[in-house]
C-alpha cells in the first residue's frame, strides 16, 4: 500500500509518458513512474571533445554543436532497409550524419527532428565512407532556442547516462522519459525509506538527490555518490526485512528446553566413541543455552564437511528429547535421510531401542519417514510421530505433509539448507503448537556477506576444524591427454580397493547421448530431490563453468558419462575382478539405496557417479575420487564433491582429470581448487570467478530485483552497516512507526521481491 503522499509514484507510466513510450518502457520492467525512477542507466559515456568540424578525426569520439543543413531518406541500394543522410555545418564546414532503418517509416522520427535550420548537439565517433567523413547513428539532441543551445554547451562534460535499452526504445528515449518523470517530482514525492540519523552517520545524501544524480549526473563523483546511497537503501530495506522476520520469530511463545542431567543426553555423551572438537563443544554450547529459553533458537550452523555436524544437532535433539518433547531432522535427499538414520541409530545404540528387548534406560525411538516408505511402514511411523513414541523423526520433504503430526515438535533440525526455502523451513516449524526451535545446517561455505543476506534473520556459527585424526585429503590435478597419468589413477583405485578403501569415480553425464552438462543435470539433481522445489542454487553447484577455454584450444572429447566410464573402467586391466557400481539421479530410489549399500559394504568398492553423491553422503572408508572432466564443474560443487572423501582416519587422494588448455580459466580454477581445501577460500573464489547475477540467481539478474546496485559479494561494508542500523531500529521501533517511509517501502517491494528473493536461499 502506497499512502496518497507518494501517490504519485504509482502512476502508470502511460499517464506519464505518453502511450507509446510506456509500452515500450514496460518491455523492459518499469511500468509506472516510481519504477521508471529506479530503472538505473547501466553505465555513463562521455561526450568525448566538443569540437569544431574542421579538427575532426576519423576514429574519435567527439560532440559538435552545428546546423542542419538538409536531409533525405532514400531505399538501400543492395540491401532491404532506407538510410536517412543528413548533412550539418557550422557555417564553414560540414559533415554528415547517417541513420539505417528497416524502412523510411522508421526513419521519420529522425526526419521529423532533423529539419533543416535546427540547431543541435551531436555525439558519436568520427567514421568515414568514400572520402567523407560521418557520424552514423548519433546522439543528439536539437536546440528548441539559444538558451538550450547554451545550457547544452555547458553540459558537454556531463557523464552521459546510458540505459539498459531495447530493441524497441534507444537508451536516449528512455533518458528524456526519466526526465520527464524525474522534473515533475518535489521532495514531498518520493518516500526516503533510509532513516535521516542513518544517512548523517554515513554522509548519504536524500533519495531525491541521488535520483538526480544517477539519472543526470554533472560529474562520476555525483554518479559514484548517488550509487552508494542507493546501495545503502537496497541494504536497509532488505535487513529491514530480515531484522523484523527475525524479531517476529522471537516474539513468538516456545516451549524452554532446559538441559536435564541423568537423562538420555548425559547417557549419549558417555557412550560417544571420540572426543568433542572444540568447535562442537563450543556450538554445543551455544545452541544447549538459546533451547534452554523460551525464545525460539533460530541458527545457521555451517561448516566444512565432515566437520560433525550432525553430532552437534544430535545432542540439541536430545535434550529436546529429554524435556520430553520431539525432534524433527528434514533431509533434502532420501539418501541422505537414510544414512541419517543409519548414522544416529549406531551413534544412539540401545539408546534408540525405546521399548525393545535391550533398550536403556531413557531411551526413545527413530524413525524415519520418507515417500518411499510402503503404505503399513509409513502408517508405522506416521503413528510412531503423532504418538510421541519417536522422539527423533527423520524424514525428507514428507515430513512437510499435512497428514504428518508430531506430539510435541521441539526443535527442527534442516541438513543443507541450500536445498530448501524459507517456506518449507516454516511449514516444518507449523507443526508444533508453539514455535520450535530451528537449527540450519549447511556444509556449504557462505562468505559472510551472502550469509548476512541470505540468512539474515538466523545468527550464524560454524564448524571450523576438522576432527582430529583427519589424514587430509591430496588434490591432484591430471592432464586427460596423458593416457600413463589417467592409466596411473586407475591402478592408484586398485591399491586403495586392495587396502579396504573405496573410490568414487564423478562423471558430469550419465549416458553417452545426453546432451552436455547443464538442464539435464539440473533436472537430474531435482529429480532426486523428490520433487522438492528445487532452488536452482548456484551457490552450492557453483554454476556452469564458462566455455571460453574450449573456443581457444582443439576440439574438446565428449564429455565423460557414468555408463560409458563404468563400461571402460569393467574393462580396464588394473580393475580386474573389482565390481564397478552406478550411481546417477535417474536410478529407481531403490537401485539408489543398493548401488550406496554395496559401496558402502564394499561390495562394489568402486562407484561411479553424477554428482548425485555431492551432498553430505558419508562412506568414511571412502579414499578416492576421480573427477573426470573437473572443469565442467563449480569450485564449490568440486570441493562438495571432495567431501565425501578423506572422512575416515585414512588419507584421501583426489584426482582431478581435465581436458582443459594450460593457462585458460578452466584450469585456473581447477588448479584453485587442487591448491586448497579451505572450503570458505573456496566459496570466496568461486563468487569472485562468477557473475553477481549468477550469485543471487537467475530471477535477480536483470529484472526488476530490489537488489539493482547492491552486489552481494563486493559491498560487505555497506552490508554490515546496514544490518546493524536495521536491527537496532527494528529493536528499537518494531512496528516501524517512526519511519513510514521506509515502512511504505517494505510494504510496496518487499512482498513480492525480497521474499521471493530470499525463498530462492
Ligand atoms: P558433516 O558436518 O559433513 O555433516 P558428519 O556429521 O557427517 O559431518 O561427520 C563426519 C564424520 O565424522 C562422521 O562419521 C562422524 O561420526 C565423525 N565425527 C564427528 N565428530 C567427530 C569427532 N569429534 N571426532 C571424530 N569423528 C567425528
Ligand atoms: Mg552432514
Known amino acids: 500500500m502506497v499512502s496518497d503522499r507518494h501517490r504519485r509514484l504509482d502512476r502508470p507510466l502511460k499517464l506519464a509518458v505518453g502511450p507509446k513510450t510506456a509500452t515500450a518502457l514496460e518491455k523492459l520492467g518499469p511500468t509506472t513512474t516510481g519504477g521508471l525512477l529506479r530503472y538505473y542507466p547501466r553505465r555513463y559515456g562521455d561526450r568525448g571533445k566538443l569540437t569544431t568540424l574542421r579538427d575532426l578525426g576519423v576514429g574519435e569520439h567527439v560532440t559538435v554543436i552545428a546546423q542542419v ?25 560540414r559533415l554528415t550524419l547517417t541513420f539505417f532503418g528497416k524502412s523510411a517509416g522508421t526513419l ?65 528515449r528512455i533518458a528524456t522519459a526519466v526526465q520527464t518523470v524525474l522534473t515533475a517530482q518535489g521532495p514531498q514525492d518520493v518516500p526516503e525509506p533510509l532513516p535521516a540519523a542513518y544517512r548523517e552517520e554515513h554522509g548519504l545524501v536524500g533519495v531525491l538527490q541521488a535520483l538526480h544524480w544517477l539519472h543526470e549526473p554533472h560529474s562520476m563523483g555525483d554518479v559514484r555518490r548517488a ?32 538441559l536435564r542431567m541423568g537423562g538420555i543426553r548425559e547417557a549419549f555423551e558417555a557412550r560417544l566413541p571420540f572426543e568433542l572438537t572444540a568447535g562442537q563443544r563450543e556450538v554445543g554450547a551455544v545452541v544447549a543455552d538459546e533451547i534452554s529459553e523460551p525464545v525460539p533458537m533460530q541458527r545457521l550452523l555451517q561448516g566444512e564437511v565432515g566437520s560433525g555436524k550432525t553430532v552437534v544437532a544430535l ?77 527423533i523423526v527423520i524424514g525428507t520433504h514428507a515430513l512437510l505433509s499435512e497428514n504428518v503430526q508430531l506430539a510435541d515438535l521441539g526443535l527442527v533440525v534442516i541438513d543443507e539448507q541450500h536445498r530448501f526455502g524459507v517456506e518449507q523451513r516454516d511449514a516444518l516449524r507449523a507443526k508444533a503448537d508453539g514455535t520450535p526451535h530451528l537449527l540450519v545446517m549447511t556444509a556449504t561455505p557462505i562468505p559472510r556477506t551472502v550469509a548476512m543476506t541470505s540468512f539474515g534473520d538466523l545468527e550464524t556459527s560454524t564448524l571450523s576444524e576438522l576432527p582430529a585424526g583427519r589424514a587430509g585429503i591430496e588434490t591432484v590435478v591430471v592432464p586427460a591427454g596423458k593416457p600413463a597419468w589417467v592409466e596411473r589413477a586407475w591402478q592408484r583405485i586398485r591399491e586403495e580397493v586392495d587396502g579396504g578403501g573405496r573410490a568414487y569415480v564423478v562423471c558430469p553425464r550419465i549416458t553417452a547421448t545426453e546432451t552436455e552438462q547443464g538442464e539435464e543435470e539440473m533436472a537430474e539433481d531435482a529429480d532426486l530431490l523428490d520433487d522438492l522445489p528445487f532452488t536452482e542454487d548456484l551457490i552450492a553447484t557453483g554454476g556452469l563453468p564458462d566455455a571460453a577455454p574450449r573456443a581457444s584450444g582443439p576440439p574438446r572429447p565428449p564429455l565423460a558419462s557414468v555408463e560409458e566410464v563404468a563400461a571402460l573402467l569393467r574393462q580396464v586391466p588394473a580393475l580386474d575382478g573389482v565390481t564397478i557400481g552406478e550411481m546417477h539421479g535417474q536410478l529407481p ?25 555431492e551432498v553430505g553422503v558419508d562412506v568414511p572408508a571412502a579414499t578416492v575420487m576421480v573427477i573426470l572432466d573437473a572443469d565442467r564443474f563449480g569450485l564449490s560443487q568440486l570441493h562438495q564433491l571432495r567431501g565425501r572423501i578423506g572422512r575416515g582416519t ?25 591448491g586448497t581445501t579451505d572450503g570458505f577460500r ?60 521506509l515502512a511504505e517501502v517494505l510494504d510496496a517491494s518487499i512482498d513480492e521481491e525480497t521474499a521471493e528473493f530470499l525463498q530462492r536461499f
Open 650 to 674: 585414512k588419507p584421501g587422494v583426489c584426482l582431478a582429470v581435465t581436458t582443459a588448455q594450460k593457462d585458460s580459466r578452466a584450469m585456473a580454477r581447477v588448479q584453485a581448487f587442487a
Open 589 to 613: 530410489t531403490d537401485a539408489k539405496d543398493a548401488a550406496m549399500a554395496a559401496f558402502a559394504s564394499g561390495a562394489a568398492p568402486v562407484l561411479v557417479s553424477t554428482t548425485v553423491i
Open 227 to 258: 550509487q552508494d546511497r542507493m546501495k545503502h537503501e537496497e541494504a536497509f530495506v532488505l535487513q529491514t526485512a530480515l531484522a523484523q522476520r527475525r524479531a517476529a520469530m522471537r516474539s513468538r511463545p516456545t516451549m524452554a528446553r532446559p
Open 108 to 172: 521519420s522520427f529522425h526526419e521529423r527532428r532533423l529539419r533543416p535550420g535546427i540547431t543541435g548537439m551531436f555525439t558519436g565517433t568520427v567514421g568515414e565512407y568514400r572520402g567523407t567523413l560521418q557520424l552514423t547513428h548519433p546522439d543528439y539532441e536539437p536546440f528548441e532556442d539559444l538558451d538550450e543551445e547554451f545550457a547544452a554547451v555547458q553540459k558537454v562534460d556531463w557523464p552521459v547516462p546510458i540505459y539498459p535499452a531495447g530493441a524497441s526504445i534507444p537508451s536516449w
Open 69 to 93: 543543413a538538409g536531409s533525405s531518406v532514400r531505399a538501400m541500394r543492395n540491401k532491404r532497409g532506407a538510410i536517412l543522410t543528413a548533412t550539418i555545418t557550422d557555417g564553414r564546414d
Open 315 to 391: 545432542r540439541a535433539m536430545l535434550q529436546v528429547v529429554d524435556t520430553g518433547g520431539q525432534a524433527a531432522l528434514l533431509a533434502p535427499t532420501e539418501v541422505l535421510a537414510q544414512q541419517h538414520l543409519r548414522t544416529i541409530t549406531a551413534l544412539l545404540g540401545p539408546l534408540a531401542e525405546a521399548g525393545m528387548l535391550g533398550g536403556a534406560e531413557h531411551a526413545t525411538r527413530v524413525t524415519l519417514l520418507t515417500g518411499s516408505l510402503s503404505a503399513p511402514a509409513r502408517r508405522k511411523a506416521l503413528a510412531a510421530a503423532a504418538s510421541g513414541e519417536a522422539g
Open 682 to 741: 573456496l566459496a570466496e573464489l568461486d563468487l569472485q570467478m562468477r557473475k553477481e547475477g549468477d550469485v543471487l540467481g537467475a530471477a535477480q539478474a536483470g529484472r526488476g530485483s530490489s537488489l539493482r546496485l547492491l552486489s552481494v559479494t563486493k559491498d560487505v561494508e555497506i552490508i554490515t552497516a546496514a544490518r546493524a542500523g536495521a536491527r537496532a531500529l527494528v529493536e528499537r521501533d518494531p512496528a516501524l512507526a517512526t519511519e513510514p517511509d
